[in-house]
């Protein structure tokens, strides 16, 4: 599976620098509403720290996987952020994380919603993929490493 299949160009965010997952969890709740505008930004934070409560979604090796689940979508909305510096985000191996892979998925998509995780992981072990998406220096280049996968 194609990341490209879910991310478009405008979505994939390289050598951003945040230092926490507070920060992380606003800013990706500022790029839902600006793709969905009916959902308020605080209604994103809130999806995400539910599902955070419920173990962190930081699935090892620097990889994070934040999600939550929203009414007023028709479609999962997802980005791909790359942070300059790994962040701590308590993942399964105690390890910082830098590569973000955030999906809003529509409340009633659950079951499709867990098989996208499924092949996102899968995906993401790749650790030479890994590499060369934490080298990207520009939105543009990080698109083009998930368009020619």
Known sequence: MKLSTFITE?????????NSKKRLFEYISELTHQVAPNITAQECIDALMQRE???????????????????????????????????PFDAIDDKPVDIFLALMVPEAQCQEHLKTLANIAQKLKDKHYCKQLRHAQTNAALFQIINQD
């Open 53 to 87: 409560k419920l173990g962190s979604t930081g699935i090892g090796n620097g990889i994070a996987i934040p999600h939550g689940r929203l009414e007023g979508i028709d479609e999962t909305i997802a980005f791909l952020i790359v942070n300059e510096k790994p962040i």
């Open 10 to 18: 405008d979505r994939t965010k390289a050598a951003v620098l945040f």
